[in-house]
């Protein structure tokens, strides 16, 4: 069976921390990530202005206990506040954890954060704790994170057709499950980039006879 990450959990790579959120990192800065549609998305939250006593609820909420995590990655030149987080659930008994990230302060977003940090992050899930496998829940056009994600070691698994749907609007739309084996990530680390991303053709045009 893997293990769980501690509390005192912290990972370094060149430029950023990676440790867990606590209360006490609810900040003004955090506040705008929710007015994004896609970081409120991922969230599970609605696009709003969020609050810092709600900020700080909901990292209370996630730690060991319920098997939910939410790592904050937090610049070294900064420390301040979190500039995006990796939201994580564990299956230890499976072997198995779900994950999903994003990088809510727009100055870092393009600055290769994800490149950097998920890769010790993996080790550590892999290869210290054990786990045998990574799976993603990631919404077609979405195509910068599938595109990240395929070239390290992910593969598409499922396309969910209208599986979503959206409590404003009623439109719904399309899911891809990814999924990653532990020793495919180690792969990936020594082969070329696979940057194919399969889609389900579109049925042909009927004409009229």
């Known amino acids: 069976m ?5 509390q005192s959990l912290s990972l370094e790579t060149e430029r950023f921390l990676i440790r867990p959120m ?10 705008e990530w929710t007015r994004d549609a896609t970081a409120a998305e991922m969230l599970n939250m609605k696009q709003r202005l969020w609050a810092v006593a709600d900020q700080a609820a909901f990292f209370a909420k996630s730690d060991a206990k319920s098997g939910n995590y939410l790592l904050g990655i937090f610049a070294k030149s900064d420390k301040a506040a979190a500039i995006g987080v990796y939201k994580i659930k564990f299956q230890p008994a499976n072997g198995l954890f779900v994950i999903t990230h994003f990088i809510g302060d727009h100055a870092w977003r393009r600055q290769h954060v994800t490149t950097e940090t998920t890769e010790v992050l993996y080790d550590y899930l892999f290869n210290k704790l054990g786990y045998v496998k990574a799976k993603a829940n990631v919404r077609p056009h979405n195509r ?4 990240l994600m395929l070239r390290g070691g992910w593969r598409q698994e499922a396309h969910l057709i209208k599986h979503l749907r959206d409590a ?5 739309g399309d899911l891809l499950v990814l999924g990653m084996l532990a020793d495919e990530w180690r792969d990936s680390l020594a082969q070329p980039p696979r940057l194919a991303i399969t889609t389900v ?4 045009v009927q004409r009229p006879s």
């Open 168 to 172: 404003a609007t009623g439109e719904r």
């Open 201 to 204: 053709p579109k049925p042909p």
């Open 2 to 6: 893997a293990g769980l990450p501690p």
């Open 144 to 147: 910068p994170v599938l595109w």
């Open 22 to 31: 606590v209360a006490a990192d609810a900040s003004p800065a955090i506040s």
